[in-house]
Antibody, heavy 120, light 112 residues
Framework: EVQLVESGGGLVQPGGSLRLSCAAS????????MDWVRQAPGKGLEWVGRIRNKAKSYTTEYAASVKGRFSISRDDSKNSLHLQMNSLKTEDTAVYYC???????????WGQGSLVTVSS | DVVMTHSPLSLPVTLGQPASISCRSS???????????LNWFQQRPGQSPRRLIYKVSNRDSGVPDRFSGSGSGTDFTLKISRVEAEDVGVYYCMQGTHWPWTFGQGTKVEIK
């Protein structure tokens, strides 16, 4: 079955760090660019960042709101994607989705989401 | 970044009646390759987003034909011909023409 499964969410204090993971299965993970998209409680969808594939040298890009604090990595040998979040702020509280790039037509495959709560 | 604007933000509808959601972009979404990358997503309560329509009017596999998309340039519309109970949720337009891709703020569809 083609799927993405996130893990690693939880409660963290402001200024703290957290690492999310996304396990991919059912498709050739290494071929695809992968993204993180988040959704604050009761709010809309916000693209967080992207990591490209080996052919594109695993280059990354980030939304301005997280640049310098968040880092995306991948392990193609384990079909896994990671989001390292540092210097967390209360406004980073959200459900974080990993999603498989579908090119200009957006994301067709999404995970179930992982809730990150930043609070003291 | 391209700003996507929905209207209305809330849409109460009667079962079996049509519904229409408008999405406007701050720039033309015609790509240099000639395509217009305006996509629609549905998010039912408690679920992950699901893509319904891509490139303005192409329905994804498994999407009922009561959903249709139209528009050009900067103005786009998602229509539901006859709303069913399972259509309750938030609908987002998303542009894939100008990087980074951006979403609208969403339109919440609920049953009257």
């Amino acid at each position: 079955e083609v799927q993405l499964v996130e893990s690693g969410g939880g409660l963290v204090q402001p200024g703290g760090s957290l690492r999310l993971s996304c396990a991919a299965s059912g498709f050739t993970f290494s071929d695809y660019y992968m993204d993180w998209v988040r959704q604050a409680p009761g709010k809309g969808l916000e693209w967080v960042g992207r990591i490209r594939n080996k052919a594109k040298s695993y280059t990354t890009e980030y939304a301005a709101s997280v640049k310098g604090r968040f880092s995306i990595s991948r392990d193609d040998s384990k079909n896994s994607l990671h989001l390292q979040m540092n210097s967390l702020k209360t406004e980073d509280t959200a459900v974080y989705y990993c999603a498989r790039d579908g090119g200009n037509s957006g994301w067709y495959l999404w995970g179930q989401g992982s809730l990150v709560t930043v609070s003291s | 970044d391209v700003v996507m604007t929905h209207s209305p933000l809330s849409l109460p509808v009667t079962l079996g009646q049509p519904a229409s959601i408008s999405c406007r972009s701050s720039q033309s979404l015609v790509h240099s390759d000639g395509n217009t990358y305006l996509n629609w997503f549905q998010q039912r309560p408690g679920q992950s987003p699901r893509r319904l329509i891509y490139k303005v009017s192409n329905r994804d596999s498994g999407v009922p034909d009561r959903f249709s998309g139209s528009g050009s340039g900067t103005d786009f519309t998602l229509k539901i011909s006859r709303v069913e109970a399972e259509d309750v949720g938030v609908y987002y337009c998303m542009q894939g023409t100008h990087w980074p891709w951006t979403f609208g703020q969403g339109t919440k569809v609920e049953i009257k």
